[in-house]
């Protein structure tokens, strides 16, 4: 569950922005000039990008995670109760080698798709700044969405090659 609730707030925060500065980038001509100066803004705008998707979703759902699990055992040990120690040999017994490995796997593949789809959408931008608007809100829902899509399927292939 981590890494699906980080990648959809990266994908809400994040592929907005990339689309939105690259829609503004297309419908401004910068990209053309660009490509007039033998820039290729794939190389240039795109690439860095996606590196720094590939980087940072990764480092937010490990961050997501530690949060969740201390504000887990901060409500288990105030509001229920329950002893530090039992909350986390709960945590410990329930957690498996390989669900850990798919919290760090999963993270790639959502960055990968959110950044792609945000550069996509905004390098595709036509019409002023309705256009922008338009197109900052399909990367948020496409964005989305394949978030969900990307962790069904990498989860079944995970599970099919881990257990």
């Given at each position: 569950l981590g890494p699906?609730?980080?990648?959809?707030?990266?994908?809400?925060?994040?592929?907005?922005?990339?689309?939105?500065?690259?829609?503004?980038?297309?419908?401004?001509?910068?990209?053309?000039?660009?490509?007039?100066?033998g820039t290729d803004p794939i190389r240039k705008l795109v690439l860095p990008?996606?590196?720094?998707?590939?980087i940072m979703v990764p480092f937010l759902t490990c961050i997501s995670v530690a949060v969740g699990l201390l504000g887990a055992w901060l409500i288990t040990i105030t509001?229920?109760?329950?002893?530090?120690?039992?909350y986390w040999n709960s945590v410990v017994l329930g957690l498996y080698v390989?669900?850990?490995?798919?919290?760090?796997?999963?993270?790639?593949?959502?960055?990968?798709?959110?950044?792609?789809?945000?550069?996509?959408?905004?390098?595709?931008t036509r019409g002023?700044?309705?256009?922008?608007?338009?197109a900052t809100t399909n990367a948020v829902v496409a964005s989305s969405v394949a978030v969900l899509v990307v962790n069904f399927l990498v989860t079944k292939a995970l599970i099919f090659l881990m257990y």
């Open positions: 699906v609730l980080t990648a959809l707030m990266v994908a809400g925060r994040v592929g907005s922005g990339i689309a939105a500065e690259l829609g503004s980038m297309m419908v401004t001509d910068q990209i053309a000039a660009l490509r007039a100066l990008r996606i590196l720094a998707g590939l509001q229920l109760k329950v002893a530090s120690g039992v390989q669900d850990v490995w798919m919290g760090l796997i999963k993270p790639f593949f959502l960055g990968f798709a959110i950044v792609s789809i945000g550069c996509h959408v905004g390098l595709r002023g700044t309705q256009g922008v608007g338009r």
